[in-house]
Nanobody
Framework: QVQLVESGGRLVQAGGSLRLSCAAS????????MGWFRRAPGKEREFLAAISRAGDSTSYADSVKGRFTISRDDAENTVYLQMNSLKPEDTAVYYC???????????????WGQGTQVTVSS
């Protein structure tokens, strides 16, 4: 069993930056593919980024490529999402996710965090 707890979400102005963190419980973190999704009001959950077990491979949605960066620290059992050049349309609840294969959809996600709210004001 893996428990994921996100933090770092807050209100930020457009053009600003924010770093989200996701702390994972358990000793299997290094064996997990980790990623981030978001759900904006009235929209479906959207894949954002994923990082392989070894951290040597990443995958990004086109909507955030070049602005968001995913990274992991296995010593801290934590995965991060650095978000730059934020836009009002980035406003959403951001979810941490864990799986066993590099994913771009929720179908390969085994565990979810509870979410953290990011609001970008114009």
């Amino acid at each position: 069993q893996v428990q994921l707890v996100e933090s770092g979400g807050r209100l930020v102005q457009a053009g600003g930056s924010l770093r989200l963190s996701c702390a994972a419980s358990g000793r299997t973190f290094s064996t997990r593919v980790m990623g981030w999704f978001r759900r904006a009001p009235g929209k479906e959950r959207e894949f954002l980024a994923a990082i392989s077990r070894a951290g040597d491979s990443t995958s990004y949605a086109d909507s955030v490529k070049g602005r968001f960066t995913i990274s992991r620290d296995d010593a801290e059992n934590t995965v991060y999402l650095q978000m730059n050049s934020l836009k009002p349309e980035d406003t959403a609840v951001y979810y941490c996710a864990a799986g066993t294969v590099l994913f771009r959809s929720s179908s390969n996600v085994n565990y979810w965090g509870q979410g953290t709210q990011v609001t970008v004001s114009s």
